[in-house]
């Protein structure tokens, strides 16, 4: 009995070590294999493709460096900031030394543009009563009397703010004052802008006329200095989008909601003084609402955006006195348009003072384009952080480092005022 347990013993130890030596051997024969295709592989590799680096690593290398492409277009010269709410309008002095900007933080804050390459700009802060949302601003005679449009629950307002006489021994500038102000002058409507000029038409006397257009219909003439109301015209068009005065002082006009622009002539009597603002033409051709329009720096043309997805460039040096209708000079398409193919409109214009470059946005997209021909010069997509409010080139040349050069101004929601270069014409 023992030597049969002896046997079974040793039959089960037996059959033990005969599989550890053939699995053994078994899986060294797999390891060889193994190393030798991983030894093969570098000579043949397999690539597979890398995943979005923007799905996996939102903060990348990669996107940083596009977010940084956007933020520094070849025409961006500077960015102004310190505004704490949405910038909703902006205007140059005369001089174009000057920008006034109207912050939904209810605050004017006037910035002095010695150089638009400079790191750090001074700027005058001029706080509104309190409960007021500035909606417009617009430089007077100089650049030290501005006019405010403010809109509170009870209506809308004018402000002209003016520098106060510097008393003897005074070591501070003293701050602009209130010089006038007009309220409830569009009922319980907003002005939706502000436009002034220079009156240098005829007998004008040179003093500055302010056209404040509201969101209704009716559109009222300010005389800058002392507030007087000049004039009262109404467009008729359900709802307006905004006016202008032309360079000169001669002209106002209005884009509103239906296709049609009308325009009114300020005339003047021996004395400067207004006498009466009449309406005088009107441009007919486009197919649906004008969004916005512009005058050329002679005040002899004006252009126009509509949404029917068109420019026009009007002549309305006619003697509409013995019924000579404006004519439409020129019609360009709108080169922008919807992920669908369907074409966009404009939102602001704005031309150049040497009348060559048209500024133009839509939403966050600013463009540049050729005056005479409609060709686009540049774009900027996204140019701002949202919604561009306002756009507006500077009257003259600004000094750049150490060269010239024309500079526009845009505003948004993103709560910045940018700076940027002309494109040069020879691009297109």
């Known amino acids: 009995m023992d030597s049969i347990l002896t046997v079974g013993i040793a039959s089960v130890v037996l059959g033990a070590l005969i599989a550890v030596i053939f699995f053994g051997s078994y899986l060294r024969k797999r390891t060889s294999e193994v190393d030798s295709m991983a030894k093969a592989e570098p000579q043949n590799p397999i690539r597979i493709p890398k995943s979005n680096p923007k799905k996996n690593h939102p903060k990348s290398h990669a996107t940083d460096k596009q977010n940084q492409n956007k933020r520094h277009h070849p025409l961006d010269l500077n ?38 390459s400079s790191k750090s700009f001074k700027f005058l802060r001029i706080n509104l009563p ?7 601003v617009s430089f007077a005679d100089d650049a030290s009397s501005i006019v405010v449009a403010c809109h509170t629950m009870s209506g809308s307002s004018l402000y002209m703010y003016g520098e106060e006489t510097q008393k003897e021994h005074q070591s501070k500038l003293p701050l602009p004052s209130i010089k006038w102000e007009r309220h409830h002058i569009h009922d319980k409507r907003s002005v939706l802008t502000l436009s002034g000029a220079t009156a240098t038409y005829g007998t004008a006397d ?13 559109i009222i003439l300010w005389h800058g200095k002392t507030g007087r109301n000049l004039g009262h015209v109404d467009t008729n068009q359900l709802k307006n989008h905004m006016a202008a005065v032309s360079p000169n002082g001669r002209f106002l006009a209005a884009a509103a909601f239906t296709a049609d622009v009308k325009v009114w002539e300020i005339v003047y009597l021996k004395d400067g003084s207004v006498k009466e603002v009449s309406r005088v033409m009107q441009l007919k051709g486009h197919k649906s609402a004008v969004t916005w329009l512009c005058f050329s720096p002679n005040s002899d043309k004006i252009i126009t955006a509509s949404k029917d997805g068109s420019i026009r460039l009007w002549n309305i040096n006619v003697r509409y006195h013995m019924d000579e209708d404006p004519k439409t000079l020129k019609v360009f398409p709108i080169p922008l348009c919807d992920a669908g193919g369907n074409p966009l409109h404009y939102d602001r214009l704005s031309l150049c003072p040497e009348g060559k470059i048209l500024a133009a946005s839509h939403g966050s997209t600013l463009q540049w384009l050729c005056a005479e021909t409609g060709a686009v010069l540049d774009t900027a997509e996204k140019a701002h952080e949202g919604d561009i409010t306002c756009i507006s080139w500077a009257p003259k040349a600004m000094t750049v480092g150490e060269r010239e050069a024309q500079v526009l101004a845009t505003a948004g929601v993103d709560k910045k005022v940018k700076l940027w270069e002309a494109p040069k014409l020879q691009s297109v």
């Open 206 to 218: 040179g003093s500055s006329v302010i056209a404040s257009c509201s969101e209704g219909t009716d």
């Open 130 to 136: 309190a409960g007021g949302h500035p909606s417009a």
């Open 79 to 116: 960015t102004l900031k310190g505004h704490g709410d949405s910038v909703d309008a902006l205007c140059f002095s005369a001089d174009g030394k000057s920008l006034a900007t109207a912050c939904g933080d209810g605050v004017i804050r006037v910035f002095k543009l010695d150089d638009a």
